[in-house]
């Protein structure tokens, strides 16, 4: 039973290019969490989507950031025009269903932005 | 709005010796979730140990426990009998339901545990 799965484990763009970072829920999972960890910092909540929802963008930068969760296919987080501040691991996890407050992580991806 | 402390940056203990990590939180919240969390250098975020709120009893994992005290918001990691493999960031963090199936984590800032030979 495969885990949670993120790609491309590294990412490296210059400023103003676009990220897309992907994140393939367990099996059988349909909550997904992405979270952020800057250098020597804790992971910090961006956003928390079901199939085709976007429940909780609280965490979310305003402009630049998106994310997605598609009926079919991973969930996406784009990142727009990015900037050395975005460099960070971002992290994916998953939960299986309604009232499920365990969470499994993907082994994040590391954006570099130079 | 949840907070959660953890006032060691870094820790050190010899191999076969007991460690405590302290955590501290705060929240209004009756019913919620506390979780240790261990980041290696892989960077791999790795479940460690869970404890609902509403459970007394302390929660134990092999070497791992915790010293719950829900009155003074805080939630201890002991790991007893330290293995080199032990070394990594460790992380506290807190849930409680906020609707709609939502259990965004809050996370501390970590403590760095490095287990000596």
């Known amino acids: 039973n495969a885990g949670v799965m993120q790609n491309p484990r590294h990412l490296v763009r210059r400023r103003g290019q676009e990220a897309r970072l992907r994140c393939s829920p367990m099996k059988g999972h349909s909550h997904v969490y992405w979270y952020r960890q800057l250098p020597e910092e804790g992971l910090k909540f961006m956003v928390y989507?079901?199939?085709?929802?976007?429940?909780?963008e609280s965490g979310m930068p305003k402009e630049r950031f998106s994310a997605e969760f598609p009926k079919e296919g991973p969930s996406i987080l784009r990142i727009q025009q990015v900037v050395r501040g975005d460099s960070a691991a971002y992290f994916c996890?998953?939960?299986?269903?309604?009232?499920?407050?365990?969470?499994?992580f993907g082994p994040g991806t590391r954006l570099t932005v130079t | 709005a949840q907070t959660v402390t953890q006032s060691q940056p870094e820790m050190s203990v010899q191999e076969a010796e007991t460690v405590t990590l302290s955590c501290t939180y705060d929240t209004s919240e009756s019913n919620y979730y506390l979780f240790w969390y261990k980041q290696p250098p892989s960077r791999q975020m790795i479940l460690v140990i869970r404890q609902e709120a509403y459970k007394q009893q302390n929660a134990t994992e092999n070497r791992f426990s915790v010293n719950f005290q829900k009155a003074a918001k805080s939630f201890s990691l002991k790991i007893s009998d330290s293995q080199l493999g032990d070394t990594a960031m460790y992380f506290c963090a807190f849930t409680f339901y906020s609707g709609g199936s939502n259990y965004k984590l809050t996370f501390g800032k970590g403590t760095l545990l490095t287990v000596n030979p």
């Open positions: 989507l079901q199939k085709e929802n976007i429940i909780d």
């Open positions: 996890a998953s939960s299986r269903r309604d009232g499920d407050y365990e969470q499994y």
